[in-house]
């Protein structure tokens, strides 16, 4: 499990310097969560994130070609106007739309279309893996198009990112945020590790089997790849990504995703991720322990024989 002991305070030294998350001017009682994480759907499911938005339990929405098509998109006319609603609902919060086009100019023209629909757009845009689609296409695209955005003054969310490096350059692109997906980072870890070496090695030795006394070539740190438990590997990756952030004062922020679980949320922000975005179904429950109920069911009881007594009292 990763814990406390494993966390630095780095972090803070960046977020003092970076916009209040709960800016409260003018009042009185300021707010004693101004800088802290905020927390996003990772749904395009609209009945999920009104309650959700409503509550103040999020302040912000990804979604991605998949939550489209689960929150019921069949078509492209479909998917722009849940798109659209969302957009509406939420402003001025962000709602990250990702790109589906795979070259650099039509990529650029779909953002400038997104754009247009609210100001609280912020861009989707694989960080790589263009050339896995088609060895024809420009590895660098992701990167292009952020830079391309950024000059135009368009936010954007650096996404599919499973390495430091990743990360980086896409902040230096110009990516106003970038998505770990601790997650799937954690599924491939479980899946592919070799019992027999360190636990996270796949990630480490990716590209070492194929250049076996290259390690340059490696996809993750020793640190990430083989820290310590395969589930905290996403974790790991947040904290160096955080370190790397704090060391150069970068104002990218980390937006954790992909969760499978409670204790992923607190791994994250104890990691120093600035912001998460959580599945609903894992939202919906966030104030939820047996604890907590087993008390509340006690203090109503007992605050009932108050009333109880009241009640015979004015009847005597
Ligand atoms: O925001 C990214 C997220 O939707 C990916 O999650 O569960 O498909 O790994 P998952």
């Given at each position: 499990m990763f814990n406390i002991q494993q966390t630095k305070s780095g972090a803070h030294a960046r977020r003092v310097r970076m916009a209040e998350t709960r800016p409260t001017p003018g009042k009185k009682l300021a707010h004693p969560s101004a800088r802290g994480p905020r927390i996003f759907a990772d749904t395009a499911t609209i009945a999920d994130i009104k309650p959700l938005f409503e509550a103040g339990?999020?302040?912000?929405?990804?979604?991605?070609?998949?939550?489209m098509k689960k929150a019921g998109a069949n078509s492209w006319s479909h998917a722009t106007e849940i798109a659209r609603q969302l957009i509406e609902l939420v402003?001025?919060?962000?709602?990250?739309?990702?790109?589906?086009?795979?070259?650099?100019?039509?990529?650029?023209?779909?953002?400038?279309?997104?754009?247009?629909?609210?100001?609280?757009?912020?861009?989707?845009?694989?960080?790589g893996g263009y050339a896995a689609v088609d060895k024809s296409y420009?590895?660098?695209?992701?990167?292009?198009?952020?830079?391309?955005?950024?000059?135009?003054d368009i936010k954007t969310n650096a996404t599919l990112?499973?390495?430091?490096?990743q990360a980086l350059w896409a902040a230096n692109a110009g990516a106003c945020y970038i998505s770990p997906f601790l997650g799937r980072l954690a599924d491939y870890a479980y899946?592919?590790?070799?019992?027999?070496?360190?636990?996270?090695?796949?990630?480490?030795?990716?590209?070492?089997?194929?250049?076996?006394?290259?390690?340059?070539?490696?996809?993750?740190?020793?640190?990430?790849?083989?820290g310590g438990d395969r589930k905290d590997i996403g974790p790991r990756l947040i904290q160096e990504i955080s370190a790397i952030f704090t060391n150069y004062d970068i104002h990218t922020e980390i937006l954790a995703a992909s969760f499978r679980n409670f204790s992923q949320l607190t791994e994250?922000?104890?990691?120093?991720?600035?912001?998460?975005?959580?599945?609903?179904?894992?939202?919906?429950?966030?104030?939820?322990?047996?604890?907590?109920?087993?008390?509340?069911?006690?203090?109503?009881?007992?605050?009932?024989?108050?009333?109880?007594?009241?009640?015979k009292a004015l009847e005597q």
């Open positions: 339990i999020i302040s912000g929405v990804t979604t991605n070609p998949t939550l402003a001025p919060n962000p709602v990250n739309l990702e790109l589906t086009e795979l070259t650099e100019k039509e990529m650029v023209a779909q953002a400038l279309q997104f754009a247009q629909w609210g100001e609280n757009v912020v861009i989707k845009v694989p960080v420009d590895p660098h695209t992701g990167l292009k198009v952020i830079r391309a955005l950024w000059e135009k990112v499973f390495s430091s490096t899946k592919n590790d070799h019992p027999e070496r360190a636990p996270g090695n796949s990630l480490y030795w990716i590209e070492d089997h194929k250049n076996s006394n290259n390690d340059q070539n490696v996809s993750n740190s020793e640190y990430v790849a083989c994250c922000l104890l990691a120093g991720a600035d912001i998460l975005t959580v599945p609903a179904n894992i939202l919906q429950k966030v104030c939820d322990h047996p604890l907590t109920e087993a008390g509340m069911a006690t203090f109503f009881e007992d605050s009932k024989a108050f009333e109880n007594n009241d009640r």
